[in-house]
T-cell receptor, first 114, second 113 residues
């Protein structure tokens, strides 16, 4: 079965540094997403991306965050000037269409800000 | 999206059917019921979805009551690998839905040998 892959699986960064989390969505999917899960808390929507632009974002997704699809296969989440509270699991997901909303999630990147 | 209510946890014996309830009494006519699960710290995994008819796939069955105010996800023969948090999510389909899934607390299912 096709899958969404994320790299790295674990990233440790110092507070104030920039990080880029990478994702390779399923190849024929058109919609891409980032979610995060702070330890012990719910999975939270960050942003969705379609047709090379953000289609929806949550209030969490402020100017510190940006997303990009630099080529035909990768989808990245950049966090500028990381804060301690950015420590979380970050999940990338993709789906073919909006209709049935069958989204496929990657295994996540655990980001630890120290 | 309509609010859902799920029990916080439940245990199930390996090999037996697991029946996971979800209450969605404010569901509207164009809202689907989706089930996802999250196995310890992994990414959520789609299980099944339905509108009003019962649905079955290789993973599970979804039973939706006639008034659509509640549903039950059935794992027919639970295995230890089914231990996970199960999320019931109600949302409209199509462009009106926007793009996000809203995850609640879910039901933590522990399958015991």
């Amino acid at each position: 079965e096709p899958e969404v892959t994320q790299t790295p699986s674990h990233q440790v960064t110092q507070m104030g540094q920039e990080v880029i989390l990478r994702c390779v969505p399923i190849s024929n999917h058109l919609y891409f997403y980032w979610y995060r899960q702070i330890l012990g808390q719910k999975v939270e929507f960050l942003v969705s991306f379609y047709n090379n632009e953000i289609s929806e974002k949550s209030e969490i997704f402020d100017d510190q965050f940006s997303v990009e699809r630099p080529d035909g296969s990768n989808f990245t989440l950049k966090i500028r000037s990381t804060k301690l509270e950015d420590s979380a699991m970050y999940f990338c997901a993709s789906s073919y269409g909006q209709g049935a909303f069958k989204a496929f999630f990657g295994q996540g990147t655990r980001l630890t800000v120290v | 999206d309509a609010k859902t209510t799920q029990p916080p946890s439940m245990d199930c014996a390996e090999g037996r059917a697991a029946n996971l309830p979800c209450n969605h009494s404010t569901i509207s006519g164009n809202e689907y019921v989706y089930w996802y699960r999250q196995i310890h710290s992994q990414g959520p995994q789609y299980i099944i979805h339905g509108l009003k008819n019962n649905e079955t796939n290789e993973m599970a069955s979804l039973i939706i009551t006639e008034d659509r105010k509640s549903s039950t996800l059935i794992l027919p023969h639970a295995t230890l690998r089914d231990t996970a948090v199960y999320y019931c999510i109600v949302r409209v389909a199509g462009k009106a839905a926007g793009n996000k899934l809203t995850f609640g607390g879910g039901t933590r299912v522990l399958v015991k040998p």
